[in-house]
């Protein structure tokens, strides 16, 4: 076996045996209730789920194995005299729990180097569909045409035994997410670039081959990035992505079908296309005020006249956060760095000045800060990467990362297939009225 197979493994014996003692021990301890309203309205506060990785804060945002993102930022490898960290050294440190050393960093870039290759079909599979495709739908569509590499589901066809589960499993996270920069690449060159492609470089990370073989050479696109891919990885288990990904992995369909599953739930507008959507946002803004510099009055106008609209303002609120995202002050704090005089990047600062106070005012949004979509597009059109569909491609690559680490640990710690119990109108009505139980 690979060393960090070793060490993962290792890791989740030894939290399978103390898994096991608190649940001997404690497991009818209740954790917490659950109200009507919760059941109506998207299980908000509902504490069910168990995800190793990362774990979100409502004040303070997220932490992956207990550490911030300006701690990932100071501790994890970075290239030789890079100043953003490699999210390879995240995807170890979210899989075996310890931060990585330099050499742990560059074994994993040259375990994905090794696992990169891509079959032909793949590419065929996203060439049969029309160009105007949306790249969500090219990507999930290219990562099913891949699923005919699955070690898991081969092995299981073959009966393989359930405590081994998580050792395919393991190798189809680490090929996937190997693959997906390529994938990626393909159909951002296919769709915008006249489907002229550009070959991987062996010699490069993983974030910084993707940013080849997007066409984007420049140093600080490739920081940009390490940082884009570290920071979008994970956001704790009940997000739609994470949350779709771990329950469709429960019923042992492969990591391949799983993934895509997530994914499919990563390209819907309040998650993950919310990136498209705020670029898309200020671009039309721009339009209909006629300048790329609106002051905050034409601003808070357009904020106005898009809520008057029926319609949420792309990057602001959160289900679980309630301050301004840390992975928005990290993005802020690269434009500060790269690009503080550029205009829309300068715009989004504005918006920031601009929207809180106005959802405030609503008084029912819950969380009237941004998250990490409103200042993500920004930093892309800097570099030239206008193609706002394309947005949340990179999300869904570096997603990869913390939704393949926990279905790692899904099936070292052998957790079943999920299924909560769910209850109609009229049952509620009739326990309403004291006519029975609604939850046998
Ligand atoms: N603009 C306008 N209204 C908003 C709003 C926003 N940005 N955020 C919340 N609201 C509204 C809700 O639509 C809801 O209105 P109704 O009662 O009329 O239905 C009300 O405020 C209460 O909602 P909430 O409890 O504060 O928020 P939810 O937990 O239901 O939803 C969302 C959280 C992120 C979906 C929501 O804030 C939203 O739609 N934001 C804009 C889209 C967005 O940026 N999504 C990305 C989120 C981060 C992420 O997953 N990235 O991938």
């Given at each position: 076996?690979g060393?960090?197979?070793?060490?993962?493994?290792?890791?989740?014996?030894?939290a399978?045996a103390?898994?096991?003692?608190?649940?001997k021990?404690?497991g009818?301890?209740?954790?917490?209730?659950?109200?009507?309203?919760?059941?109506?309205?998207?299980?908000?506060?509902?504490?069910?789920?168990?995800?190793?990785?990362?774990?979100?804060d409502?004040?303070?945002?997220?932490?992956?194995?207990?550490?911030s993102i300006?701690?990932?930022?100071?501790?994890?490898?970075?290239?030789?005299?890079?100043?953003?960290?490699?999210?390879?050294?995240l995807?170890?440190?979210m899989?075996?729990?310890?931060?990585?050393t330099?050499?742990?960093?560059?074994?994993?870039?040259s375990?994905?180097?090794?696992?990169?290759?891509?079959?032909?079909h793949?590419?065929?599979?996203?060439?049969?569909?029309?160009?105007?495709?949306?790249?969500?739908?090219?990507?999930?569509?290219?990562?099913?045409?891949?699923?005919?590499?699955?070690?898991?589901a081969?092995?299981?066809?073959?009966?393989?035994?359930?405590k081994?589960y998580?050792?395919?499993?393991?190798?189809?996270?680490?090929?996937?997410?190997?693959?997906?920069?390529?994938?990626?690449?393909?159909?951002?060159?296919?769709?915008?670039?006249n489907?002229e492609?550009?070959?991987p470089?062996?010699?490069?990370?993983?974030?910084?081959?993707?940013a080849?073989?997007?066409?984007?050479e420049n140093?600080?696109?490739?920081?940009?990035?390490?940082?884009?891919?570290?920071?979008?990885?994970?956001?704790?288990?009940?997000?739609?992505?994470?949350?779709?990904?771990?329950?469709?992995?429960?019923?042992?369909?492969?990591?391949?079908?799983?993934?895509?599953?997530?994914?499919?739930?990563?390209a819907?507008?309040?998650?993950?296309?919310?990136?498209?959507?705020?670029?898309k946002?200020?671009?039309?803004?721009?339009e209909?005020?006629g300048?790329?510099?609106?002051?905050k009055?034409?601003?808070?106008?357009?904020?106005?006249?898009?809520?008057?609209?029926?319609?949420?303002?792309?990057?602001?609120?959160?289900?679980v956060?309630?301050?301004?995202?840390?992975?928005?002050t990290?993005q802020m704090?690269f434009?500060?760095?790269?690009?503080p005089?550029?205009?829309?990047?300068?715009?989004?600062w504005?918006v920031?000045?601009?929207?809180?106070p106005?959802?405030?005012?609503l008084?029912?949004?819950?969380?009237?800060?941004?998250?990490?979509?409103?200042?993500?597009?920004?930093?892309?059109v800097?570099?030239?990467?206008?193609?706002?569909?394309f947005?949340?491609?990179?999300?869904?690559?570096?997603?990869?990362?913390?939704?393949l680490?926990?279905?790692?640990?899904?099936?070292?710690?052998?957790?079943?297939?999920?299924?909560?119990?769910?209850?109609?109108?009229?049952a509620?009505?009739e326990?309403l009225?004291?006519?029975?139980?609604?939850?046998?």
């Amino acid at each position: 076996m690979g060393i960090i197979k070793d060490r993962f493994k290792a890791k989740a014996d030894a939290a399978n045996a103390e898994i096991k003692d608190i649940l001997k021990t404690h497991g009818n301890k209740k954790i917490g209730e659950v109200t009507l309203a919760q059941a109506y309205q998207g299980m908000r506060g509902i504490t069910g789920l168990v995800t190793e990785t990362s774990l979100l804060d409502a004040q303070e945002g997220i932490r992956f194995r207990g550490y911030s993102i300006p701690e990932l930022q100071e501790k994890l490898p970075k290239v030789p005299g890079g100043g953003e960290p490699l999210p390879e050294g995240l995807f170890y440190l979210m899989l075996v729990g310890e931060l990585p050393t330099e050499e742990d960093a560059n074994h994993i870039t040259s375990v994905w180097q090794r696992r990169s290759h891509v079959p032909n079909h793949v590419f065929h599979t996203i060439d049969a569909l029309p160009i105007n495709t949306h790249p969500m739908t090219m990507f999930v569509t290219g990562v099913m045409a891949l699923q005919t590499e699955s070690n898991f589901a081969k092995e299981y066809a073959k009966g393989i035994n359930k405590k081994e589960y998580w050792n395919p499993v393991y190798d189809d996270a680490m090929d996937l997410i190997a693959r997906l920069p390529r994938i990626a690449a393909y159909i951002y060159r296919r769709k915008y670039k006249n489907n002229e492609h550009i070959q991987p470089n062996g010699l490069l990370d993983w974030a910084g081959n993707l940013a080849h073989m997007m066409g984007y050479e420049n140093e600080s696109f490739k920081e940009l990035m390490r940082l884009y891919m570290t920071i979008h990885a994970d956001h704790e288990g009940g997000n739609v992505s994470a949350h779709t990904t771990h329950l469709v992995g429960s019923a042992l369909s492969d990591p391949y079908l799983s993934y895509a599953a997530g994914m499919n739930g990563l390209a819907g507008p309040l998650h993950g296309l919310a990136n498209q959507e705020v670029i898309k946002w200020i671009f039309e803004m721009q339009e209909q005020l006629g300048t790329d510099d609106p002051t905050k009055e034409q601003i808070a106008d357009y904020v106005q006249k898009t809520l008057a609209g029926g319609k949420v303002v792309p990057g602001y609120g959160h289900a679980v956060l309630r301050k301004t995202d840390p992975r928005f002050t990290a993005q802020m704090e690269f434009g500060k760095k790269h690009m503080p005089d550029d205009k829309l990047v300068n715009t989004v600062w504005k918006v920031y000045e601009t929207v809180p106070p106005i959802l405030e005012s609503l008084g029912k949004v819950k969380n009237p800060w941004p998250n990490v979509d409103a200042h993500s597009g920004a930093l892309l059109v800097h570099y030239g990467l206008v193609e706002y569909e394309f947005y949340t491609v990179l999300f869904a690559v570096s997603r990869a990362l913390g939704v393949l680490a926990s279905l790692c640990w899904d099936r070292a710690l052998g957790l079943p297939i999920e299924r909560p119990k769910s209850v109609t109108t009229e049952a509620v009505k009739e326990w309403l009225e004291g006519k029975g139980e609604i939850w046998e």
